[in-house]
């Protein structure tokens, strides 16, 4: 079970074009996710933290017009790089708790590597 | 601010030796804490975690402790097996992981 599904798991795009993550939790309700970026050889850095239902909240730092989070259902978030170039490359990975328990593990997707060219 | 530290970026041990993995914390509002495990190109996943109110939680070969005062807690892997190569982030409840450590268990 809580099995997070992420798509695409790789995508390569031109510079300037705007790229859509989705996340999923197949087999449970969340009503909270996040998302994280990875840069080679470094930590995950959590980015914004996905509320269903309202708006997200952004880690400082994060541009919030850059990344933009949707989290329209209790199954459903998506980040979308608008206008992207070469240094929003990088490994995004978004993670899911069940419920609004407050020390819940997180499940993760596999992640998405974006390579913009 | 980096509030979880894992200071150690890479560690190497022998088959069937203990593998100790440390991870430090400046927050001390933090009350729950946990490791993940991650291969190359997949998110991580849980391994482990304690709460604040024990010093110890043993699941199998995967022993964590924590010594609040110090802030302080390390994940031991005994015995160590090939396949315990991988990442290990530690996190605290406020979802933000330190920089991870590289296991590697030679055969």
């Known amino acids: 079970g809580a099995v997070v599904s992420q798509h695409p798991s790789w995508v390569i795009c031109k510079s300037g074009t705007s790229v859509k993550i989705e996340c999923r939790s197949l087999?449970?309700?969340?009503?909270?996710m996040f998302w994280y970026r990875q840069f080679p050889k470094q930590s995950l850095m959590l980015m914004a933290t996905s509320n269903e239902g309202s708006k997200a909240t952004y880690e400082q730092g994060v541009e919030k017009d850059k990344f933009l989070i949707n989290h329209a259902s209790l199954t459903l978030s998506t980040l979308t790089v608008t206008s992207a170039h070469p240094e929003d490359s990088s490994f995004y990975i978004c993670?899911?708790?069940?419920?609004?328990?407050?020390?819940?593990?997180?499940?993760f997707g596999d992640g998405t590597r974006l390579s913009i060219l | 601010d980096q509030q979880v530290k894992q200071n150690s970026p890479s560690l190497s041990v022998q088959e069937g030796r203990i593998s100790i993995l440390n991870c430090d914390y400046t927050n001390s509002m933090f009350d729950y804490f946990l490791w993940y495990k991650k291969y190359p190109a997949e998110g991580p996943t849980f391994l482990i975690s304690?709460?604040?109110?024990?010093d110890k939680n043993e699941d199998g070969r995967f022993t964590v402790f924590l010594n609040k005062s110090a802030k302080h807690l390390s994940l031991h892997i005994v015995p160590s097996q090939p396949g315990d190569s991988a990442v290990y982030f530690c996190a605290a409840n406020d979802m933000r992981f330190g920089a991870g450590t590289r296991l590697t268990v030679k055969p």
């Open positions: 993670s899911a708790t069940i419920g609004t328990g407050h020390n819940q593990p997180q499940h």
């Open positions: 304690i709460s604040s109110i024990k």
């Open positions: 087999d449970f309700q969340a009503t909270t």
